[in-house]
T-cell receptor, first 114, second 114 residues
């Protein structure tokens, strides 16, 4: 299975600022996904990121708020822009494994916005 | 509107007994289902999956049952061990959609008591 790392693992930020979360995979993957898990809630897909093309956002998420980069097949970043306390969540990246028909997740970034 | 529901937020089971975690879904187009386990401060870990062409899939102590007519699936863990204590997420997807975009339930926290 793919090994996925995320940076930072956690952060405390002031409202109005932005935070960029990095996701690194140990193998080349076509699709990477970004999820958010708000307290007591399920994992919600923010966007799908393919290398070389713009990310595809789910309903309720927009590029201005969550810009995503995917410069190569092993790396992606998610920026949480102009943060408010409602953005306090765990942010997770994942990659797809077609052969095993599943997704593997990174350890998550725990974000608290004051 | 939650398309995947896990109505029990928590479950306590004695070590050695059976743990049964339940999941219901509303979208009849879902045809592939997965269970993930999540420990605190870690990302979800894939456990087991089932395709809609089956009604049962087994992997060691873990068995998933699917009842398509009832739009219900369950995860059985036998025998339960203290290390199984975690949050379990049910997820569903349309396997023909081109990627495994997952819709998650809110999770059930399992506590296995020694």
């Amino acid at each position: 299975s793919a090994v996925i790392s995320q940076k930072p693992s956690r952060d405390i930020c002031q409202r109005g600022t932005s935070l960029t979360i990095q996701c690194q995979v140990d193998s080349q993957v076509t699709m990477m996904f970004w999820y958010r898990q708000q307290p007591g809630q399920s994992l919600t897909l923010i966007a799908t990121a393919n290398q070389g093309s713009e990310a595809t956002y789910e309903s309720g998420f927009v590029i201005d708020k969550f810009p995503i980069s995917r410069p190569n097949l092993t790396f992606s970043t998610l920026t949480v822009s102009n943060m408010s306390p409602e953005d306090s969540s765990i942010y997770l990246c994942s990659v797809e494994d077609w052969e095993k028909e599943t997704q593997y997740f990174g350890p998550g970034t725990r974000l608290l916005v004051l | 509107d939650q398309q995947v529901k896990q109505n029990s937020p928590s479950l306590s089971v004695q070590e050695g007994r059976i743990s049964i975690l339940n999941c219901d879904y509303t979208n009849s187009m879902f045809d592939y289902f997965l269970w993930y386990k999540k420990y605190p401060a870690e990302g979800p870990t894939f456990l087991i999956s089932i395709s809609s062409i089956k009604d049962k899939n087994e992997d060691g102590r873990f068995t998933v049952f699917l009842n398509k007519s009832a739009k219900h699936l369950s995860l059985h863990i036998v025998p339960s061990q203290p290390g199984d204590s975690a949050v379990y997420f049910c997820a569903a997807t349309l396997s023909g959609a081109g990627s495994y975009q997952l819709t998650f339930g809110k999770g059930t926290k399992l506590s296995v008591i020694p």
